[in-house]
């Protein structure tokens, strides 16, 4: 049977999904407010990808960090399909946080831990998915939309 919490729940840990565990109805809904879609819409605790920034992500060498996991996007609102996704599974985490300097509303990274890694979830807070700048520019000249980035703090 298909639920939704423990679909979200195994995001959290770093292993790949095998394939009895996803669910092909796995389903992330879109609110009206949220048209038109972008290639990485916010859907609850979930990060959920386009074709074209999963393509951008292996392009730029990623296939390792992150795994892709098939989605429905349907409307909050009505159900109506809207188009297929990809729930991306970082499977790449590094332990990192400065545990002094950090706290609620301030994120401090360790450099010393992240040296030059391109893209990576805080092991510590597995919310956050950090990108480095170099990856953050090619994601920007490929216009790909609903990306938000909040520069990181690093000690």
């Known amino acids: 049977m298909y639920d939704e919490f423990t679909l979200i729940g195994r995001l959290d840990k770093p292993e790949p999904f095998q394939e009895a565990e996803w669910h092909p109805e796995a ?4 609110k009206e407010e949220q048209c038109p879609l972008t290639d990485m ?3 609850g605790l979930i990060y959920v990808h386009s074709p074209r920034l999963k393509a951008l992500m292996e392009q730029l060498g990623f296939a390792h960090a992150i795994q892709y996991l098939p989605i429905a996007v349907r ?3 009505t159900g109506e399909f809207v188009a ?11 332990i990192c946080l400065d545990k ?3 706290h609620e509303l301030r994120i401090v990274l360790r450099l010393d831990a992240i040296k030059e890694e391109r893209l990576f979830m805080i092991a510590e807070s597995p919310s956050f998915v950090i990108v480095r700048e170099d990856t953050k520019r090619a994601i920007q000249r490929a216009r ?3 990306c938000k980035f909040v520069e990181a703090e690093v000690v």
Do not use: D, M
């Not at 389903?27 to 879109?30: I, R």
């Not at 297929?84 to 590094?94: G, N, T």
């Open 144 to 146: 790909i939309t609903g």
């Open 27 to 30: 389903t992330a809904y879109l």
């Open 41 to 43: 819409p916010f859907c």
């Open 84 to 94: 297929q996704y990809y729930v991306a599974h970082f499977l790449h985490r590094v």
């Open 75 to 77: 409307r909050l609102r």
């Open 100 to 102: 002094k300097l950090s």
